[in-house]
């Protein structure tokens, strides 16, 4: 089961650029909390982007079928982690993202970049 992050405690952390920063983790799991700008989103946000690229697609002659975005949809609530957005980084979802789509639908990296 995914824990529920909670923390009221810092620790000293590093962070990417190497300045060393206060940084709330979790209490129950002690994962750290991702406190960049580059935060993640829910997946809600990720549904309402395949709507979006379906549309555009289709205007293109592209059909893509609801089975096909169910299927997508499907295996990114089964990856763990991907909507904690607590942790995840916007950036790490895009890649997750972008992979997972092209299983299904032939588009390519760049295409979906701009309309992510
Ligand atoms: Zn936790």
């Known amino acids: ?6 923390s009221n405690r ?4 590093k962070i ?5 920063k206060l940084h709330p983790y979790c209490n129950k799991c002690g994962t750290l909390k991702n406190v960049s700008s580059d935060r993640g989103k829910k997946i809600s946000y990720f549904v ?12 293109r002659g592209y059909k ?14 089964e990856i763990e982690g991907f909507d904690d957005v607590w942790c995840i980084t916007f950036s790490k979802q895009k890649e997750i993202f ?19």
């Open 98 to 116: 972008i992979r997972t789509i092209q299983k299904y639908v032939r588009v390519s990296k760049e295409f979906l970049e701009s309309v992510i």
């Open 16 to 20: 990417q650029n190497g300045v060393i």
């Open 48 to 59: 309402m982007v395949l709507s979006r690229l379906r549309k555009i697609l289709k205007k």
């Open 10 to 13: 810092k620790d000293w952390a």
């Open 64 to 77: 893509v079928s609801e089975t096909q975005i169910r299927l997508i949809v499907r295996e990114l609530s």
């Open 1 to 6: 089961m995914l824990c529920v992050h909670e």
